[in-house]
């Protein structure tokens, strides 16, 4: 049974920092891709950063050059350090992993909340 746990959301002023971690764990085969995605309220989930167990990125555009994707394939753990926070960049925020040669299947961490407010 594959689990992923977060851990680091929390609240912080504009302009400051946050690093949230994901430990996966349960895939007999490892995991491929591990990323995160958001959901602010009222809009849809959409895709933050990722990265290939090779160490590919994709970073989108809207947190380019403040967001960070890393992960520690022998933890089977992924990490996201954001910094230059903005109040827009609050949502819930969840971890995501594929299986290893299994991009059709997609696991969800269960949110972990980050708030950027003064």
């Known amino acids: 049974q594959v689990q992923l746990v977060e851990s680091g959301g929390g609240l912080v002023q504009p302009g400051g920092s946050l690093r949230l971690s994901c430990a996966a764990s349960?895939?007999?085969?490892?995991?491929?891709?591990m990323g995160w995605y958001r959901q602010a309220p009222g809009k849809q989930r959409e895709l933050v950063a990722a990265?290939?167990?090779?160490?590919?990125?994709n970073i989108a555009d809207v947190v380019e050059g403040r967001f960070a994707i890393s992960r520690d394939n022998a933890k089977n753990t992924v990490y996201l350090q954001m910094n230059s926070l903005k109040p827009e960049d609050t949502a819930v925020y969840y971890c995501?992993?594929?299986?290893?040669?299994?991009?059709?299947?997609?696991?969800w961490g269960q949110g972990t909340q980050v708030t950027v407010s003064s």
């Open positions: 990265i290939t167990s090779g160490g590919t990125t």
């Open positions: 349960g895939s007999r085969t490892g995991f491929g891709r």
């Open positions: 995501n992993a594929r299986p290893a040669y299994r991009p059709d299947i997609n696991y």
